[in-house]
């Protein structure tokens, strides 16, 4: 497949690499109608009265506000051909028809709401339809949120034990009624029962810790054989993580079954047993395509939406914001994740929807109250001390660190999973799963802080130490009676030695297996794990200057702050700057990340060391690749994905880049009037393109138009089934008037109707830097390269892709360049 034109219609399911975009301006939507017309006066009598645009060799007309334009687009029909204007499976969306399909039925709504108080009623229903829609959305991604934090939380604490009184209860809800708990053992009561208590009898010894140890194990294997065995039997598309392809999707993709109920489902269902397995991933990844799944699904209700593909994708925005809104409690930070991560084409509109459905959203999960802790998220903290100036220095170390994770993480799991798919390994996804799974929970068991659930274990190196807090990460030593103190910086006791060792075991094996679980046949998000390497990076760090400022206090760097016995370091600020800029160094983030960590802890007064800290991250991770971990994995899987975020510097003009070259064969072409439905249907047999230039006659090849292969077929069968008189011989004509036949010829085919009579084109001396400018903004499949009017070619999506990977493979990333800056200076 990757050999094939973008044009061509055998795409399949395991290659994607036909090519697709969104526009990301409305206004430039709106203008859909702007060609670069190069028809002349003397054309106008071979167009058989069509209205060409006269003018000069490179004119700019905009056929997209008038209303006499907008027929001319898409010249619809009273009557429309059925199936006429829809999209088979991996195929791009048309957004300049789309969009104009959707003004078509704005204006027919508008005239008709006068005429009686129906009309009127559904041009209300029309109108509100949007938010209806988004409602509906938000209502069911919040309780869906609700549903799955309460369940991984109860099955995450079953591979430790089971609550006796109430079964459904987990570890800290079971507790919660016991009079029998102390403060040093809370987590402790005779309700809770160990599986060595129930088993063995015994809560103590070797025995009863092997015992727990194999449960362990054991319920760990069995929630993840399960998760990727219905992964596999019910819904594939239910792995992963899903932005991706979200991403892909809102470009103007179309993947059928991605969004539908059946991985709905599944996938709310796998991701519960796969974050109770204990794998390294998380929820919130997946909770963005369960929010767009159900966004998929209501939009069905509406006709608005159901009936068009870009309105569809305006639902589809509001519905990521919804997800990361119940995912990570931060509403604002959903919207801004929306508009920056996912989002090609989001009008102001699109903005307020999506601000209301994440608002839903967070209403609903805080009505459900999963955590019982009356917060959306289960480590949201709160911090006492100001930051100081000189904690700038460790921040942007930490930043360092987030961008050189980030970039090494990404590197090393493209390697993996190209492996994985050009290996025989990859044709056993449940026993790689399986292996995973037993490698991470015999590894994870014997350290406290591996074994944990990863967002509880995020909640303790966020917390700061207080009189409350019994983790050994607050175990501090007081000079005076040898007992905990914890109103300033004291000298570390045994047991934040002790952790701190933990720590860095718990680091290396979550790098590790991060990289290897990423990409796995089940449901894994990335922003967990990789705000846990940071946090656990950060909190290392944290208590380094806290001890640093305790036992050299009069140092330059904190003499000024830090006087003896004052509280100056913050360790959980540190975990908390260093969970951002890891997963900041990831995924490229920046503005949204800054707003949701702060949404995460409420803490408005850190958001510099936040910023400083993000940025540091993006520039280093930029300095050897651009791409975050998403553009890569849609890179890997040959998604059709042009990023807006790219630079396009070179020098290449548009004949450089269009097909046919040289040695190809010659682009396949329709006649405007000449062509037989036999002659027709051999063209469309014979080749595999997706859509064909009509031109004037094999003698002028001047363009009239561009017609899709698809509308082509579905226009033949229905003509033939609908009208009579149409045999192979029938004449097909796509002008306005049909041809001067003989008297004894068949009835002919008007084929005007899905002729699109102004299609993008450019001149073969346009630059390119112009051409991905317009496919970006504008979403196009193809523009065709004329010549004076005359057809020279055509560029796709997929020919622009190509084009760009050629070129990245002769520039090197950043860091190469200033390696060999710098080696050059050192040898002259």
Not at 152 to 180: I, P, R, Y
Not at 222 to 228: C, D, H, Q
Not at 245 to 269: A, D, H, P, Q, V
Not at 601 to 618: D, F, N, Q, R
Request: proline share 5%; charged share 20%; with cysteine.
């Amino acid at each position: 497949m990757e050999s094939e034109q973008l044009y061509h219609r055998g795409y399949c399911r395991n290659s994607y690499n036909s090519i697709a975009s969104a526009s990301s301006d409305e206004e430039l939507l709106d203008g859909a109608g702007v060609i670069m017309d190069f028809h002349t006066t003397e054309d106008d009598n071979l167009l058989d009265g069509d209205a060409a645009s006269p003018g000069s060799n490179y004119a700019m007309s905009n056929g997209g506000g008038a209303p006499s334009s907008s027929t001319h687009l898409l010249d619809f029909l009273e009557e429309p051909i059925p199936g006429v204007g829809t999209y088979d499976d991996f195929h791009t969306i048309d957004w300049v028809r789309e969009k104009c399909k959707d003004r078509e039925r704005h204006r027919k709504i508008n005239s008709k709401k006068k005429e009686s108080a129906w009309e009127f009623t559904k041009s209300l229903y029309d109108a509100w339809s949007g938010w209806l829609v988004v409602t509906l959305t938000g209502l069911a991604s919040g309780a869906l949120a609700g549903l799955i934090d309460i369940a991984a939380d109860w099955m995450n604490d079953l591979k430790e034990g089971v609550c006796l009184s109430a079964l459904w209860f987990n570890h800290e809800q079971c507790c919660w009624t016991s009079n029998e708990t102390t403060f040093a053992e809370r987590d402790k009561c005779p309700q809770w029962k160990s599986w060595a208590e129930l088993i063995l009898g015994q809560a103590e010894g070797p025995g009863s810790y092997i015992m727990n140890y194999f449960m362990y194990i054991y319920w760990a294997l069995s929630f993840a054989f399960l998760a990727v065995c219905l992964v596999k039997v019910f819904a594939p598309y239910a792995c992963g993580s899903g932005i991706p392809e979200i991403k892909t999707i809102l470009s103007g993709f179309i993947i059928r079954g991605y969004l539908g109920k059946w991985t709905l489902m599944i996938k709310t269902i796998t991701l519960v047993l796969a974050v109770a397995s204990g794998l390294s991933l998380g929820k919130e990844g997946p909770l963005v395509h369960v929010a767009c799944c159900c966004g998929n699904i209501f939009s069905y209700l509406f006709p608005k939406y159901s009936k068009n593909e870009a309105k569809k994708r305006e639902v589809l925005s509001a519905a990521s914001a919804a997800g990361v809104s119940v995912a990570f409690g931060a509403p604002i930070g959903g919207v801004l994740f929306s508009l920056e991560e996912v989002s090609y084409y989001f009008p102001l509109k699109t903005l307020w929807r999506s601000f209301f459905a994440a608002l839903v959203a967070a209403f609903v999960l805080r009505s459900i109250n999963p955590f019982g802790n009356s917060r959306l998220v289960l480590f949201y903290v709160e911090y006492h001390t100001p930051w100081y100036l000189f904690e700038l220095l460790p921040f942007i170390l930490l930043g360092v660190f987030g961008g050189l994770w980030g970039a090494f993480f990404i590197k090393a799991n493209i390697a993996w999973c190209r492996r994985r798919k050009s290996t025989r390994f990859g044709r056993y996804p449940v026993l790689e799963v399986i292996l995973v799974a037993a490698i991470t929970a015999v590894v994870a068991f014997p350290n406290p802080y591996t074994r944990k659930n990863t967002s509880e274990l995020i909640k303790e190196l966020f917390t700061d130490c207080g009189p409350l807090e019994s983790s050994q990460l607050c175990q501090y030593r007081s000079q005076m009676n040898g007992t905990k103190a914890f109103s300033d910086d004291q000298p570390a006791g045994p047991g934040v030695y002790s952790a701190m060792w933990q720590l860095c075991l718990a680091l290396i094996f979550k790098i590790i297996m991060t990289i290897f679980t990423f990409g796995l046949k089940v449901p894994s998000g990335l922003f967990i794990p990789s705000m846990a390497i940071g946090a656990i990076a950060g909190r290392i760090v944290g208590i380094a200057m806290e001890q640093l400022a305790y036992y050299h206090h009069d140092w330059f760097l904190f003499k000024e702050w830090c006087e003896v016995g004052a509280d100056c370091i913050t360790p959980g600020l540190y975990a908390m700057v260093g969970a951002a800029a890891c997963l900041g160094g990831v995924t490229r983030m920046t503005v949204s990340l800054v707003i949701i960590v702060f949404e995460l802890t409420g803490g408005l007064e850190y958001i510099v060391p936040l910023m400083a800290a993000v940025m540091t991250s993006k520039w280093v991770g930029d300095a050897f690749g651009r791409e975050g971990i998403y553009e890569a994995h849609i890179r890997l899987n040959g998604y059709p994905f042009l990023d807006s975020k790219e630079e396009f510097t070179h020098t290449t003009l548009a004949r450089e880049v269009m097909r046919p070259r040289r040695n190809d064969p010659p682009l396949a072409v329709l006649t405007q009037d000449d062509l037989t439905v036999e002659e027709l249907q051999g063209i469309i047999n014979e080749t595999s393109y997706n859509g064909f230039p009509v031109i004037v006659s094999k003698e002028s090849q001047r363009l009239v138009g561009f017609a899709l292969r698809r509308d082509i077929t579905i226009a033949i069968e229905n003509a033939r089934r609908k009208q009579e008189g149409i045999v192979l011989n029938s004449r097909v004509y796509f002008t306005q008037h049909a041809p001067t036949l003989p008297a004894d010829s068949p009835r002919p085919l008007k084929l005007r109707s899905i002729l699109d009579m102004s299609p993008f084109t450019v001149t073969d001396h346009t630059p390119m830097e112009i051409v991905v400018d317009i496919f970006r903004k504008l979403g196009l499949r193809q523009c065709l390269v004329t010549h004076n009017g005359i057809v020279l070619g055509i560029i796709t999506k997929k020919n622009i892709l190509e084009h760009l990977e050629e070129l990245k493979q002769h520039t090197p990333p950043l860091i190469l360049k200033l390696q060999y800056f710098w080696c050059h200076r050192i040898r002259r």
